[in-house]
């Protein structure tokens, strides 16, 4: 209203002070019925506004007397009902064909006329999906239902300011036991605690994200491995006996996880434990709990006896096996029989070419001086790309 006020006032200061200042005001002669009116142009602009003010007025009192009857009630209550119904239809309508953006304003137009609880629920929807959080966080504190949405304010908050999540661990751990169901949640809750490095706590939550499949395979795999190798490495930096007393105590479903027994075999590789992770990576292969081509690419292959002898033993039973051929071979190299990697690195890539295995052959050539030897593995490699 203040600000109304200053323009109109601003408005006919200009209207008097600009024909002033060019001396000449002008003027406005109103004829009719007889009568003749002169009138200067800045008292005419004045008059003007000054009968639209006072309809203006008029207007309000009259139907501000209006609806105070039943009459004018019922007919006003319509017209605004009508409206709203429209503007809830036309939202509705851009939110099936996913104009998230449009239908935040077509519920904003539904709130401003009738202020249903289940309209700003739709607006908090429709803001959420073209990415407004604010927004969407201003809609949800409009609905009067406290209690029963501290689950969504949750949500946003972690998905708006997720740097911030530390402050709702506590409210998270509460939200998950009462809503074990929800995968969202659940998976806002895994990426919290991965943040603040609770590990434990995200182990406990890893099966229930399996049967919700709250990630994908292969995220959740990910997860598993780095959530395990934080653990048993802290374990391990407790004492010398701590990480195998730990990995014994986990149950043998656990153990046999493909990504927990990967992160224990890294565990006990940065305590330079290497015969106790060849047994387990021994075991692990006979049991088909791990595979061959992913523990060559991620590096998990280290000298130990019982490896080496696992390898000896399958490859008399299948002596074209590539893989068998390859981790053969990054034993030998990684042990110092240069001759033996070359003659098993050699054989890997006639029967399985790769980008892995002639980058291996090419740092064989490089530590036995064979610099050609070495370029051609490493074009071969580059080709493989």
């Not at 994908?216 to 959530?227: H, M, V």
């Not at 986990?250 to 290497?274: C, I």
């Not at 990576?281 to 490896?307: F, M, Q, Y």
Request: net charge positive; with cysteine.
């Amino acid at each position: 209203m203040r600000k109304g006020i200053a323009l109109v006032i601003i408005l006919i200061a200009g209207l008097i002070l600009g024909p002033l200042w060019a001396g000449n005001t002008g003027y406005v002669l109103i004829s009719a019925l007889g009568w003749t009116i002169e009138l200067s142009l800045v008292a005419a602009i004045i008059l003007l506004l000054l009968a639209i003010i006072i309809l203006r007025a008029v207007w309000r009192f009259v139907a501000r007397i209006v609806r105070g009857t039943q009459w004018g009630m019922r007919w006003f209550g319509q017209r605004r009902e009508t409206k709203a119904a429209n503007a809830y239809q036309e939202a509705l309508n851009h939110l099936l064909s996913g104009d998230y953006r449009a239908a935040s304003a077509a519920f904003n137009r539904t709130w401003q006329l009738r202020k249903h609880s289940s309209d700003a629920l739709l607006a908090c929807y429709a803001a959420q999906q073209h990415g407004d959080l604010k927004q969407a966080q201003d809609w949800l504190a409009k609905v009067d239902r406290a209690d029963e949405l501290e689950l969504a304010r949750t949500i946003l908050s972690l998905r708006s300011t997720p740097e911030l999540s530390g402050q709702h661990l506590t409210v998270l751990n509460e939200l998950v036991v009462k809503h074990p169901q929800h995968p969202e949640l659940l998976r806002l809750a895994m990426k919290a605690l991965q943040r603040h490095h609770r590990w434990t706590q995200l182990i406990e939550l890893l099966p229930n994200a399996q049967r919700l499949e709250a990630l994908s395979a292969t995220d959740l795999d990910a997860l598993t491995e780095q959530a395990y190798y934080e653990v048993f490495v802290e374990h391990g930096r407790s004492s010398s006996g701590a990480l195998k007393q730990f990995w014994q105590n986990l149950n043998r479903d656990t153990r046999r996880q493909p990504a927990v027994r990967r992160a224990y075999v890294n565990a006990l590789h940065l305590f330079n434990e290497y015969e106790a992770a060849g047994k387990v990576v021994a075991r692990g292969l006979k049991r088909n709990e791990l595979k061959l081509p992913n523990l060559i690419e991620a590096n998990l292959l280290k000298p130990s006896t019982e490896l080496r002898d696992y390898l000896q033993d399958a490859l008399k039973k299948d002596g074209d096996n590539p893989f068998l051929l390859h981790a053969l071979g990054q034993l030998a190299f990684q042990t110092g029989d240069y001759a033996l990697a070359q003659r098993a690195l050699r054989k890997a890539a006639e029967l399985a070419p790769s980008t892995r295995v002639q980058l291996d052959l090419a740092r064989n050539y490089e530590a036995q001086g064979d610099t050609a030897g070495a370029v051609n593995a490493y074009r071969e490699a580059w080709s493989k790309d």
